[in-house]
């Protein structure tokens, strides 16, 4: 069966299913092997040189964890793809394999914290030179990409506030100067935006979130261009930060009801913003599918859904944070995003901690700022418990 001719649902839940390793099983097993036997040392050495497909040692390659690559591979359209235990393995996997002294990388303010951290300070260490843009503000990118570099880091849309970048226009910069287009598509999904179709090379994947969805296991997925994805796949089969078969299946288990979620979640975060937007409590609502949302035209051109991510600001600052959030019973007030349940917290004591107010400002991060990631849960209650809770203000 073809796969790549498939409707991502359909792909979410057959690609990489093939009963190749364990005959007629409708599941793939989780196969906790470390290494694989041959008798045949021919077959054996032909494996090893890469000649014929199976299967040495996990650190390298194992069968479940192939389900799992196979899957993101035929979702995001491309043509190879490897995974990481974490999503900021593949993140920085991808970069220290891609760059080395006297190379450049231009990238926005925006990005993920631990991204943010491997560019001011990690790299550097490396003798890279990075340059860090305003996060939309294009032609201030698109000139830093004239200047000619190596490799372009995107992340669209961002964290907190849901900014939008064109990738389709920075991507066409970057073929100019011969740099590698990376894009970080965690909050949107490969059901929301495929970044390879709009002129990106590779795509990487904090797969903890909403690819595998239920906030029980953590991985990183990277796929694109082959050359690419081999050279990384190099460096991480020897640096060791291999996925386990246990959190692999996990996370393929999850996959098989993405575009299910996405798609509740696409609509719920959309009635919620407009909901908040609205309500006499609330300053701003952040969410690229409002149309007042500075990313919107953009969003609306790149993306197939707008997401279940959003941001809002409430009247009073932070103290009204304090006591708003506990009020909420709907949500787990805690880090991380895009699982069944929805969460919530304060970028000012979360993921912008480290910041001073007046660099939260720079960034566009009010004080009272609350992000929330809608779950899969009836709309109509969430919106009831975020009506009680801004009631009792
Ligand atoms: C969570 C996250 C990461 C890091 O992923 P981990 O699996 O926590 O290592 C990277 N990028 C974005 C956008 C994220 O939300």
């Known amino acids: 069966m073809e796969l790549s001719n498939q409707k991502k649902g359909t792909a979410s839940v057959w690609a990489g ?53 196979e899957k993101i591979r035929v979702l995001e359209g491309a043509e190879a793809s490897t995974a990481f235990a974490t999503g900021m393995g593949a ?22 914290g631990g991204t943010s951290k491997i560019f001011l300070e990690f790299l550097p260490h490396y003798q890279v030179n ?12 698109e000139s830093e990409i004239a200047k000619g570099c190596d490799l372009i880091y995107l992340e669209t849309p961002t964290n907190p506030t849901l900014k939008v970048v064109d990738i389709k226009r920075l991507s066409a ?11 970080d598509n965690t909050f949107a999904t490969p059901i929301n935006q495929n970044p390879l179709k709009l002129g990106a090379d590779l795509v990487v994947h904090s797969a903890t979130k909403f690819l595998c969805g239920h906030s029980d296991a953590m991985g990183g997925l990277l796929c694109g261009k082959q050359e690419l994805v081999e050279k990384v796949f190099r460096f991480r089969e020897i640096n060791g930060a291999s996925l386990a078969p246990d959190p692999a299946y996990m996370i393929s288990r999850g996959m098989k009801t993405l575009e299910l979620r996405i798609e509740r979640q696409n609509a719920s975060a959309l009635k919620i913003a407009r909901h908040l937007k609205a309500h006499s409590k609330i300053i701003d609502v952040f969410y690229p599918g ?29 103290d009204e944070v304090k006591k708003f959030l506990p009020k909420l019973k709907l949500v787990h007030l805690a880090a991380s995003l895009g699982s069944v ?21 720079i960034l566009g991060i009010p004080e ?9 849960e009836n709309v109509e209650d969430l919106i009831n418990d975020l009506d009680q809770a801004l009631a009792s203000l």
């Open 173 to 183: 910069a970057a073929k100019k100067v011969g740099a590698i287009v990376v894009v």
């Open 91 to 112: 993140i920085s996997n991808t970069l220290f394999a891609l760059l080395g002294p006297g190379k450049r990388v231009v990238s926005i303010k925006d990005t993920y």
């Open 130 to 141: 990075v340059k860090l843009c305003e996060t939309t503000d294009h032609e201030q990118i």
């Open 341 to 361: 349940s929805t969460l919530a917290g304060p970028p000012r004591t979360t993921s912008h901690v480290e910041l001073t107010e007046e660099q939260r400002r």
């Open 368 to 376: 009272s700022l609350i992000r929330y990631s809608v779950g899969i």
């Open 290 to 318: 409002l149309e007042s949302h500075s990313g919107h035209s953009i969003a609306k051109e790149q993306m197939s859904g707008f997401g279940g991510m959003m941001s809002f600001s409430i009247k009073g600052g932070y």
């Open 17 to 69: 299913e093939t009963d190749r390793f364990f005959k007629g099983a409708t599941t793939p097993p989780i196969v906790n092997s470390v290494t694989f036997a041959y008798e045949d040392l021919d077959e054996w050495h032909n494996v090893a040189t890469g000649k014929l497909e199976g299967y040495i040692y996990s650190r390298n390659t194992n069968p479940t964890v192939r389900v799992l690559e």
